[in-house]
C-alpha cells in the first residue's frame, strides 16, 4: 500500500501540471506536545513546550524524505525524538501544503521520586502548511503530528503542533507534459 502511495505522488501529478517545490527545505521553530501522562499514571494530560528541527530533500516537486528532531520538556517530563520517513508535497497558489510519515526513535524521561527513563520505535502521521514570505523563506503556519509509540512499558499517543520559519535552498519544476 505505502508503495503504491510513493508511486502516485512521484508519478502521477507531473503528468497534469506544472509544479514548483524547494529541493531543500530547514525548518526550525516552537512545538507544543500533548503527552499522554495518563497513561504512566498521572492525573492528566500533560502540555511539554519545546522546539522542533527538520530538513527534507525532495526528489519531485511532489515526493522527498525528511528528517525531523525534537525536544519537548515540561514538569516531570521530557521527550525526544528522531525520526526519518517519505514526505509529499502540493504545492497551489504558492502555499506549500505537506504530509509525511517518519518513523524512528523516541525518548521519554519521568521524573518524580525515582527517574525512569526509555527508548522506543515511534510512528508519526503528519501534515501541515507552509507559507511564503520571501523567496527563500516561508513561515509554517501549523505542522500536526499524531506520534505512536510503546515507552515505559504503555502506549503513547502523543499529538504534537509545531510551527516556525521554513529556509528554501534550490528549486525544483516540473513543465507540463500535455496542453490542455
Request: charge should be positive.
Amino acid at each position: 500500500m505505502l508503495v503504491l502511495l510513493v508511486a502516485w505522488f512521484v508519478l502521477s501529478p507531473s503528468f497534469l501540471f506544472a509544479a514548483e517545490a524547494p529541493r531543500l527545505q530547514v525548518f526550525g521553530g516552537y512545538s507544543r506536545l500533548q503527552f499522554d501522562s495518563k497513561s504512566l499514571g498521572f492525573s492528566s494530560n500533560t502540555g511539554l513546550n519545546g522546539g522542533t528541527g527538520s530538513a527534507a530533500f525532495n526528489l519531485t516537486p511532489f515526493f522527498g524524505v525528511k528528517g525531523e528532531f525534537s525536544v519537548e520538556s515540561g514538569p516531570n517530563l521530557r521527550s525526544r525524538d528522531w525520526l526519518f520517513g517519505p514526505q509529499g508535497m502540493y504545492s497551489r497558489w504558492g502555499v506549500l501544503f505537506f504530509g509525511h510519515v517518519l518513523f524512528g526513535k523516541t525518548e521519554t524521561r519521568v521524573s518524580t521520586t525515582v527517574v525512569a527513563e526509555d527508548n522506543a520505535r515511534a510512528t508519526v502521521f503528519g501534515g501541515g502548511v507552509d507559507i511564503p514570505v520571501l523567496r527563500r523563506l516561508s513561515v509554517r503556519a501549523i505542522q500536526v503530528d499524531y506520534m505512536r509509540a510503546r515507552t515505559l512499558g504503555v502506549d503513547q499517543n502523543d499529538v504534537k503542533f509545531s510551527t516556525g520559519v521554513v529556509f528554501h535552498l534550490g528549486k525544483l519544476t516540473t513543465a507540463p507534459k500535455h496542453k490542455l
